[in-house]
């Protein structure tokens, strides 16, 4: 079946940064189109960026751009986050998603379980 597994999250500094990454298996991972999310508790899901599956056209929140830079290797069938000049305001669950480059969460069939990052201020 398939598996997606965020790993790289942390507490970290405001200004500082961190670089998420997600492993997959199960799927033929240099065909599909990949995905962040975030999701605060008793919030909505929120897309963060995507990336098409050669890696050729990436899509990025207006939050996030020029701060964020999602990569992806389909050698090591991995995707990457690399979060940069963090905020307190970036504190959340962080989701890798695949099969989409979608902003809507409902268009990816396939989940992480999510990594914590916490920014302190």
């Known amino acids: 079946q398939v598996q997606l597994v965020e790993s790289g999250g942390g507490l970290v500094q405001a200004g500082g940064s961190l670089r998420l990454s997600c492993a997959a298996s199960?799927?033929?991972?240099?065909?599909?189109?990949m995905g962040w999310f975030r999701q605060a508790p008793g919030k909505e899901r929120e897309f963060v960026a995507s990336i098409t599956w050669d890696g050729g056209v990436t899509y990025y929140a207006s939050s996030v751009k020029g701060r964020f830079t999602i990569s992806r290797d389909n050698a090591k069938n991995t995707v990457y986050l690399q979060m940069n000049s963090l905020k307190p305001e970036d504190t959340t669950v962080y989701y890798c998603?695949?099969?989409?480059?979608?902003?809507?969460?409902?268009?990816?069939?396939?989940w992480g379980q999510g990594t914590q990052v916490t920014v302190s201020s």
């Open positions: 199960g799927l033929t991972f240099s065909t599909y189109d």
């Open positions: 998603a695949a099969g989409a480059t979608a902003t809507m969460a409902s268009r990816y069939p396939y």
